[in-house]
């Protein structure tokens, strides 16, 4: 399989179903978010399954989130969060990983969220390897380089995983990543991804995570949550959910 990226001539822009763009590479056979809606794909599995899920066991406590993405890709992730992180209030150190970066020639023909396009231009005109304050409560550092050469640092409390799909680049989906990831992550980080593989599943679990499948974004049924020790809200709240359906009265 080739390992380097398509070239930019062979990427296509295309519409998903909640009208907001994606990018195709023909080469792959590959979308960079799901057709099915690339904003409400994002929103489901970074923002409210993720990052939202992290702050709401935080209690106020106005620490600075460090927010580790693995696929910066489009640069919609990094939107997100940053306009969520100004709705919440949150101040949020955002690190991207990206092995081949977009040109501003395909970044300028994205239009997520047009009332954010200025944020958005801030965003893919910031530069490289250094951290860049974007917002008041959003700080970005955008680094090329390919995940298997990154020696994560510790301190992370989410990480959004969004490399393209094993069957396109196995090499990103290793044991060895997600040990690393395990160890550099804060007690109670949470880790979202849109693959549900039950290959994933098991390197998430061997590297030391608690998993669990939970409904996909839109048009997929299910995607992969894992959290290091620490975290219980969320586990708290399945356990009840369970108990609820084994003690419900028989009618």
Not at 8 to 29: A, C, F, H, N, Q
């Amino acid at each position: 399989m080739k390992s380097d990226f398509a070239s930019e001539k062979e990427i296509i822009l295309e519409t998903t179903g909640d009208g907001s763009p994606t990018l195709y590479v023909p080469e792959w056979d590959e979308h960079y978010h799901s057709m099915n809606g690339a904003v409400a794909e994002s929103l489901h599995v970074y923002i409210k399954a993720g990052l939202n899920q992290y702050i709401r066991s935080l209690e106020n406590t106005g620490k600075e989130l460090q927010v580790l993405e693995l696929g910066f890709g489009a640069g919609l992730n990094a939107l997100l969060t940053a306009i969520e992180a100004e709705r919440q209030k949150v101040k949020i150190r955002y690190t991207a990983l990206e092995k081949y970066p977009l040109s501003q020639t395909i970044t300028d023909q994205l239009y997520y969220l047009l009332e954010h396009k200025d944020l958005f231009r801030r965003i893919h005109q910031s530069a490289w390897e250094i951290p860049v304050s974007i917002t008041p409560y959003f700080t970005l550092q955008k680094s090329t380089i390919d995940f298997v050469d990154y020696d994560f640092p510790a301190g992370y409390d989410v990480v959004y995983y969004d490399a393209f799909a094993p069957d396109k680049q196995p090499e990103v989906w290793s044991p060895e990543i997600f040990a690393g990831l395990f160890s550099a992550m804060n007690p109670g980080g949470i880790l979202t991804t849109y693959c549900a593989k039950g290959s994933v599943r098991r390197m998430m679990l061997q590297a030391g995570f608690f998993v669990e499948r939970i409904p996909g974004a839109p048009g997929k049924r299910e995607m992969l949550r894992a959290c290091v020790s620490g975290n219980t809200d969320y586990r708290k709240e399945k356990k009840e959910q369970k108990q609820q359906i084994m003690y419900a009265p028989l009618v």
